[in-house]
């Protein structure tokens, strides 16, 4: 069973950045594929952004490209989400999830375990 809390959400301008944070319980941390998906108001939860156990691969959304970077710190069993020039349409819930096993998957179903979520809200 792995618990994982995210942190780093809040209220930012448009142009801003948030550094969004999820540490996870246990062991096995670095054997996780990691991924970071939001769900605003009425739309379907969408993965922006994953990363394979050792770091090597990522996958970013087309809408995220560019200005968000998702990194791990393995000895922390942390996952981060770096997010920069933001725009009101990040507005979101942003969760943390996490897959026992790869490849990267962007779909929530292939998700074993989630965070409780963080608001990121990018004021216009």
């Known amino acids: 069973q792995v618990q994982l809390v995210e942190s780093g959400g809040g209220l930012v301008q448009t142009g801003g950045s948030l550094r969004l944070s999820c540490t996870a319980s246990?062991?096995?941390?670095?054997?996780?594929?990691m991924g970071w998906f939001r769900q605003a108001p009425g739309k379907e939860r969408e993965c922006v952004a994953a990363?394979?156990?050792?770091?090597?691969?990522?996958y970013y959304a087309d809408s995220v490209k560019g200005r968000f970077t998702i990194s791990r710190d393995n000895a922390k069993n942390t996952v981060y989400l770096q997010m920069n020039s933001l725009k009101p349409e990040d507005t979101a819930i942003y969760y943390c999830?996490?897959?026992?096993?790869?490849?990267?998957?962007?779909?929530?179903?292939?998700?074993?375990?989630w965070g409780q979520g963080t608001q990121v809200t990018v004021s216009s």
């Open positions: 999830a996490a897959q026992q096993r790869g490849p990267i998957y962007t779909s929530p179903r292939r998700y074993d375990y």
């Open positions: 246990g062991r096995t941390f670095s054997t996780y594929f």
């Open positions: 990363i394979s156990s050792s770091g090597g691969n990522r």
